[in-house]
């Protein structure tokens, strides 16, 4: 059948659907960036605060401000906002169609549309997933990028802005002349600080062409910081074929892991959905999860992933399954990483590390060790240095941390262990590549990248065990060297 209202009750039993009468939803929240990670994550949270019966006028309106979303626009009309969920989880898969998006403003070039909507004082709530890179941060310091050309446009033409964040400013001016009130505006993008990032580039730009309303949004306007966590892969041949042998015809269907998290801070200045009683996290400490999230899950996945493309293992999965990167991973994870690792409420480093075990380990999820391998340049040092200082500075084990650096900088060689090529997975991979081939003679070469490891290069025994390490990678191999790591 294809999806649509009508169909929802012919679907097989064993599919959930709403169990509230969409009819009597009204909308709250405008989501920019109508993205499969919306659909699976923050969308499937609202729904199920629906099915309890609960805030039914904080529905969801679906946006875009790039042309490509009209397309996801049309298939989602044409099925009444209706979505797929697919959850992967070794044991089966559990399918679920979820109702609380129940409408999509035109895509336009000028967003004349989208502000509006905006403007519209039920709506309390704006949030977004337009991507990490996405917010116009310059990333030499970290500052707002005013140069570029986006928001040089939207500074000069504040009323027909191509960017969501001048389509926010708009709308803002609008409810402020008309005496409406702000509304929230919510990153759910994967950036640690999402809420500050939000807040530095729409104040940027509301005062490059309008301080005085600058001045309001920074008085009235509140942009609370969240930590988002849930593996949602594209969708593909693969994904509505699944769907279709339930017996769903869904245009754009979402498969996601069989975990989810969302830490957000309660700073919602024209009122939120109760979250929380469906398993979202508020507090006024999200720094600590995303310090947990960061230092464990994303600098893992480099651990992993890694050794796995010197052995030519497509998949995270696949290197969970490989003895010697599995036990390379739970050491690291557990003798130098956990250490720098507070505890937060209901999780113990200890515990997040078996919770991400069995995440990466999951066989359905098809996430390619050459996507996580990319751009070690940034994740690196935005993941795994901040640890090596930790660790220097208050004198914890540095070998396995020393061991990972080489095994990033025999990899960055430019080919696997059995002689393939690696193709460039890096913006900056020449330059790697040539420092990488230098540290083969001499190591200490690879950490004196100053704008990488900074004074890291400077401790001795950290430049003596990543010496000693890489000399063993080039001469004995990846394997002999996590052997001689775990004693295995
Ligand atoms: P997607 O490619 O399915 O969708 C991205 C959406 O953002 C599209 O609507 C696109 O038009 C829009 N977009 C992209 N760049 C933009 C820009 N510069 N300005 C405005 N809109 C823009 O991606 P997704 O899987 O939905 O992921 C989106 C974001 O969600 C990620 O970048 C990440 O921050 C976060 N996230 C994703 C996952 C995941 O597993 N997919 C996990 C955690 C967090």
């Known amino acids: 059948h294809k999806l649509s209202n009508e169909t929802l009750s012919s679907l097989d039993n064993a599919i959930r659907v709403p169990r509230y009468d969409r009819a009597t939803l009204s909308p709250g929240i405008v989501h920019i960036g109508l993205g499969n990670f919306h659909r699976g994550h923050q969308a499937w949270y609202l729904h199920r605060l629906f099915d309890a019966g609960v805030d039914l006028d904080w529905a969801i309106v679906g946006a875009g401000v790039r042309a490509g979303d009209a397309a996801m626009r049309d298939r989602l009309l044409a099925q009444d906002c209706l979505t797929t969920l697919i959850e992967l989880d070794p044991s089966g898969h559990r399918i679920e169609v979820t109702g609380s998006m129940i409408d999509f403003v035109p895509v336009e070039e000028d967003n004349g549309a989208l502000i509006a909507q905006m403007a519209d004082p039920a709506i309390r709530i704006v949030a977004m997933t337009v991507t990490e890179g996405g917010y116009y941060i310059a990333p030499a310091d970290g500052a707002f990028d005013a140069d570029h050309p986006d928001i040089q446009h939207d500074a000069a033409n504040p009323d027909a802005p191509h960017t969501a964040f001048g389509a926010i400013i708009a709308a803002l001016k609008a409810r402020r002349d008309a005496g409406h009130g702000p509304f929230t505006c919510q990153s759910c993008d994967n950036l640690q600080g999402n809420g500050d990032a939000l807040r530095q580039t729409v104040l940027g730009l509301a005062n490059l062409s309008d301080p005085e309303l600058g001045a309001w949004i920074e008085e009235n306007v509140t942009f609370p910081n969240s930590m988002v966590d849930c593996i949602v892969p594209a969708t593909g041949p693969n994904e509505l074929a699944l769907a279709r042998s339930f017996g769903i015809d869904d245009a754009a269907p979402v498969t996601h892991e069989s975990y989810r998290q969302w830490v957000i801070e309660d700073k919602f200045c024209a009122g939120r959905p109760q979250w929380e009683r469906v398993g979202a996290t508020i507090t006024d400490d999200v720094h600590a999860f995303e310090a947990m999230k960061i230092r464990m899950l994303n600098a893992g996945h480099q651990v992993i992933a890694n050794p796995g493309e010197l052995l030519s293992i497509g998949t995270i999965a696949g290197c969970m399954a490989d003895p010697s990167i599995n036990a390379l991973f739970m050491k690291l994870e557990r003798e130098e990483i956990a250490p720098h690792v507070d505890p937060v409420p209901g999780m113990t480093p200890e515990a997040y590390i078996d919770l991400i075990e069995t995440r990466f380990s999951n066989p359905e999820i098809i996430d390619t060790t050459r996507r996580v391998s990319f751009d070690g340049s940034s994740r690196h040092p935005g993941f795994l240095h901040p640890i090596i200082r930790d660790a220097i500075a208050k004198g914890t084990p540095i070998q396995g941390l020393a061991l990972i650096e080489a095994i990033w900088a025999r990899m960055c060689a430019g080919t696997r262990e059995d002689g393939s090529v690696i ?66």
């Open 423 to 488: 193709e460039p997975n890096d913006p900056f991979w020449d330059d790697l590549t040539a420092c990488a081939q230098e540290a083969k003679t001499r190591p200490a070469a690879w950490l004196e990248q100053e704008h990488l490891y900074g004074d890291i290069a400077e401790n001795e025994a950290f430049v003596a065990a990543f010496t000693e390490w890489l000399d063993l990678l080039w001469s004995d191999g990846l394997r002999r060297a996590i052997s001689r790591y775990t004693g295995a």
